[in-house]
């Protein structure tokens, strides 16, 4: 039942960002598009314009909401999010240098493929500074100093870009945006994005198995070493993805499980597809917020979710300071 009224939700959110726009449509005319019916300009905005854009909308909340979901179930940490590992920050870095080097004004697609490319170094790096047998903590502590690394690199990056214009390009880039996506952006994503949704919902039953703690869950089968790396490639991938196509967008891993977390019950396992869907809902909704507030230029979306998200985290730390579970 709540899988299917988040699904219903989802749709709604779907067809709503398709009606909103520059160009009036209403819900009937897009659904006309979309079946290859209506007028030749409906079927080009709707289908060249809104429909790349709501479609990665729902796909980028979706992985963010999921791997933060995932992670918080593998370190046992209400406070995870999808920036743990590092691999956020690397695809962001990723990005950074294609826009830096003037990459991307050759090749149109050189900034997603330099963000995933380097999300997955991210992952090897980790590997191979943690060990494959390292505990949580160890790869905790890994991917922080990898972000931190990756950050400050970004940052560098800004400080000596050639000129002003790449350092505002820059800027507005990891601020996080979905304005401007064509099919082609999707194309490049989804395969990742897909991949990491299956990998972390095969390992749900080992998510479960993690509650009850790691030696505990050794002795029920389950190979740690093997999930380790296949949660941390599910990440960089979906994640990577993510980012490459949209830039920087914060929160919505953090604050989507949480938000579930109540209604669906405490089990790592039985909360990722919930959390899924309503990450898909929530950015898809922030996303018609960006374009229906009235301002000089659209919202960028990441600002949008930061302002949403950051009251949120600093309510689960005064939970945390009063003793109180982590759940909103």
């Given amino acids: 039942m709540q899988l299917s009224l988040l699904g219903l939700v989802c749709l709604l959110t779907a067809l709503i960002s398709l009606t909103i726009g520059p160009a009036d449509l209403s819900a009937l005319s897009v659904l006309k598009a979309i079946a290859g019916t209506g007028t030749d300009i409906g079927r080009t905005i709707v289908w060249e314009i809104r429909l790349p854009r709501t479609l990665l909308a729902m796909m980028i909340g979706a992985t963010l909401a999921l791997s933060g979901a995932a992670l918080q179930g593998f370190v046992r940490n209400p406070l995870a999010s999808p920036s743990l590992l590092g691999t956020s920050n690397f695809a962001a870095l990723g990005a950074v240098i294609a826009i ?167 089990d790592p396992g039985k909360l990722l597809l919930p959390s899924a869907l309503a990450g898909a809902a929530f950015l898809t909704a922030a996303d018609c917020g960006v374009r229906i507030l009235s301002t000089t230029s659209e919202l960028k979306l990441g600002v949008l979710t930061a302002i949403i998200g950051v009251p949120f985290f600093l309510a689960l730390v005064f939970r945390e300071r009063r003793g109180k579970p982590a759940v909103i």
């Fill in 100 to 266: 830096y080097f003037g990459t991307s004004n050759i090749f149109s697609l050189a900034i997603p493929a330099a963000a995933i490319s380097l999300s997955l170094l991210s992952v090897l790096a980790l590997m191979v500074i943690a060990g494959r047998d390292s505990r949580i903590l160890t790869l905790i502590l890994t991917g922080l100093a990898l972000s931190s690394l990756a950050s400050a690199l970004t940052a560098l990056a800004l400080n000596l870009a050639p000129n002003p214009f790449a350092a505002v390009e820059i800027a507005f880039w990891l601020l996080g945006s979905l304005s401007d996506r064509s099919f082609a952006h999707v194309t490049l994503a989804a395969p990742f994005m897909i991949i990491c949704w299956f990998i972390l919902l095969y390992d749900r039953n080992a998510l479960r198995a993690l509650a009850l703690g790691e030696d505990t869950a050794r002795t029920l089968g389950i190979a740690l070493d093997r999930v380790r790396l296949r949660l941390a490639l599910a990440v960089a991938l979906g994640v990577g993805a993510a980012v490459a196509v949209s830039g920087v967008i914060a929160f919505v891993g953090l604050v989507i499980p949480h938000v579930m977390r109540p209604l669906v019950g405490y």
